[in-house]
């Protein structure tokens, strides 16, 4: 079945307890994205990647890493985490073009406290 | 710079009536337009797009969306709703010319459909 894979779908942590959400994509895709989910102001990009090896800033980028050291993987890593990061995430996956359907993961809901 | 605005943060119809969930954007070339629906505790899941061709786009569970290019808009519409269409609903553009094929989503809508 094609699929994204987040884990974990639920985590609370402690402010600066370094983290890592996994996201595993089985579709062979080019384009891997994340996105943080909050109340009011819909999905908001956070990182994306074109293919291996290149990743680039979304609009809300700090506070986050990335790497794409394969195709099927896309961690998204916060070394230092803090309260406003509480949030609901999304990892995607699409082909490269531009038109293709964007598939989404179903989400990790993480708290920072 | 590109941008997607959904206009009503909640919409109400009764069941069987006819339902419109409005979406207008912006971007500096072609839009590739996209609708997506979230059920509670679940990730995105697509419903249509438009790429190109006829204005008119159906896609699943009976949704369909009008683009129009001169109102820059790409409402979604159902003929007659069912209390199970109640969910959040995204709106979303990819810029054909964006160097990274950006896609932008609108801060959602969430549809009520009371019996």
């Known amino acids: 079945e094609a699929q994204v894979t987040q884990n974990p779908r639920y985590l609370i942590t402690v402010t600066g307890k370094k983290l890592t959400v996994t996201c595993s994509q089985n579709?062979?895709?080019?384009?891997m994205s994340w996105y943080r989910q909050d109340p009011g102001l819909g999905l908001r990009q956070i990182y994306y990647s074109m293919n291996v090896e290149v990743t680039d800033k979304g609009d809300v980028p700090e506070g986050y890493k990335v790497s794409r050291k394969e195709k099927r993987n896309f961690p998204l890593i916060l070394e230092s985490p803090s309260p406003n990061q509480t949030s609901l995430y999304f990892c995607a996956s699409s082909p490269g073009q531009a038109g293709n359907t964007i598939y989404f993961g179903e989400g990790s809901w993480l708290t920072v406290v | 710079a590109q941008s997607v605005a959904q206009p009503e943060d909640q919409v109400n119809v009764a069941e069987g009536n006819p339902l419109t969930v409005k979406c207008t954007y912006s971007?500096?070339?072609?839009?590739?337009l996209f609708w997506y629906v979230q059920y509670p505790n679940r990730g995105l899941q697509f419903l249509l797009k438009y790429i190109t061709g006829d204005n008119l786009v159906k896609g699943s569970y009976g949704f369909e969306a009008e683009f129009n290019k001169s109102q820059t808009s790409f409402h979604l519409k159902k003929p007659s709703a069912l209390v199970s269409d109640s969910a959040l609903y995204f709106c979303?553009?990819?810029?054909?010319?964006?160097?990274?094929?950006?896609?932008?989503f609108g801060s959602g809508t969430r549809l009520s459909i009371r019996p």
């Open positions: 579709m062979n895709h080019e384009y």
């Open positions: 971007v500096s070339g072609n839009p590739y």
């Open positions: 979303a553009v990819r810029d054909l010319y964006s160097s990274a094929s950006k896609i932008i």
